[in-house]
């Protein structure tokens, strides 16, 4: 007998997308209904979420569940009280981020509400699931903090009540994205780098920039490899990104450039030797994880979730400085570079569903159990 499982997506990025469309795919056992929000709007998003989903799919919500499955944007406490038949489902909150590490940019408006939502939340369900330990620690050092700031009657011990209710599970990788065994790369070629980030401030485009200037000056003024930018770009695209493009044409080392679909965005993978990351914000690091799974090396910084990946010594060392981790960033590209150093490649095939999918159907065969007891 299947199980029948509600998956609601409160705000629906691609990465919120691969993740519930794997579940359907690789948990057959499993009978989803889905219901997701568009990624627009954020402020109004977290907000309004709950108001959306119960004004415009009641008949869904209320129809007959084993568990209920949301993703940390769903305004849950609030969507209880509107859909009252979802306060009767055991239900587990998937953090793929979290409101109290998101890096601020300059034009943010400054408010408490997604954390405050948040939180309330995650005291709604029965579980918490994180897709890294970096998410979920920041996550209550972050509640903590707040809930130290609140004027009063605050109960105590809230945030080891929520501990105790959480485990990490990554969003898992297709095993289409792992090459077969035995597979390798063409000797003596010119060197194939990959940027493979959202264009977007936090990740940190001018990072990138001045690490190539610097590269420039090492090898004066033609790069000795090819550097492919590519990911999603939106209206309001960092102007870092046109000098990237103008320094790399006039070094000799622009490749690829833009959004690619992913019948030719899978086959650049697998033709990269090194993934670069120079983001301020990475909770799972999906697209270098990708990259990884295909074979290329990680230059990545020293924070978020990349060391928990990959280990610190792995990753170049960041203070906040520009110029400081502008140069720790070239030299590790250049390290990486040099045939005479190279660097094992980590083993991600924990990642593949085929390894990793059994974590997820345990945690909604338990909550099925809470159903019938």
């Not at 992913?262 to 670069?276: F, G, H, K, M, W």
């Amino acid at each position: 007998m299947s199980h029948r499982v509600l998956l609601l997506s409160g705000y629906d990025a691609a990465s919120h997308q691969r993740w519930r469309k794997g579940l359907a795919d690789h948990l057959p056992e499993f009978e989803f209904t889905q219901l997701a929000l568009p990624p627009r709007h954020f402020s109004w998003r977290i907000r309004g979420n709950s108001m959306s989903f119960a004004g415009l799919h009641r008949e869904t919500l209320e129809a007959d569940y084993q568990a209920l499955l949301a993703t940390s944007m769903v305004d849950l406490a609030a969507l209880r009280g509107m859909v009252p038949a979802l306060a009767r489902l055991p239900t587990a909150l998937y953090f793929h981020e979290n409101q109290f590490a998101y890096p601020k940019s300059a034009a943010a408006y400054a408010s408490v509400e997604p954390q405050i939502v948040t939180l309330y939340s995650a005291l709604c369900a029965d579980r918490l699931v994180f897709n890294t330990g970096f998410n979920r620690d920041s996550f209550f050092a972050g509640a903590e903090q707040l809930l130290r700031k609140l004027p009063d009657l605050v109960p105590p011990g809230i945030v080891s009540q929520l501990q105790a209710r959480a485990s990490v599970i990554p969003v898992l990788l297709d095993d289409a994205c792992f090459p077969p065994s035995g597979t390798s790369r063409a000797p003596n070629r010119r060197p194939q780098l990959i940027w493979n980030h959202r264009w977007e401030y936090d990740k940190n485009p001018a990072l990138l920039l001045r690490a190539l200037e610097l590269l420039c000056i090492k090898y004066n003024g033609a790069l000795p490899f090819t550097l492919h930018v590519v990911g999603q770009s939106f209206r309001q695209v960092p102007a870092e990104f046109s000098a990237i493009k103008q320094r790399l044409s006039d070094a000799g080392g622009l490749g690829q450039w833009g959004y690619l679909p992913s019948s030719e965005y899978r086959p650049l993978l697998q033709t990269s030797d090194i993934v670069l990351s120079s983001a301020d914000h990475d909770f799972q690091g999906l697209s270098v994880l990708e990259a990884v799974a295909a074979g290329a090396t990680p230059v990545v910084p020293g924070r978020q979730a990349y060391p928990e990946w990959f280990g610190a010594s792995a990753c170049y060392p960041v203070t906040g400085a520009l110029e400081a981790d502008a140069q720790a960033f070239a030299a590790a590209i250049a390290a990486r570079l040099a045939p005479a150093n190279p660097t094992p490649r980590p083993d991600l095939s924990a990642l593949q569903w085929s390894r990793g999918g059994l974590a997820y159907q345990q945690l909604l065969q338990q909550l099925s159990a809470l159903h019938r007891l």
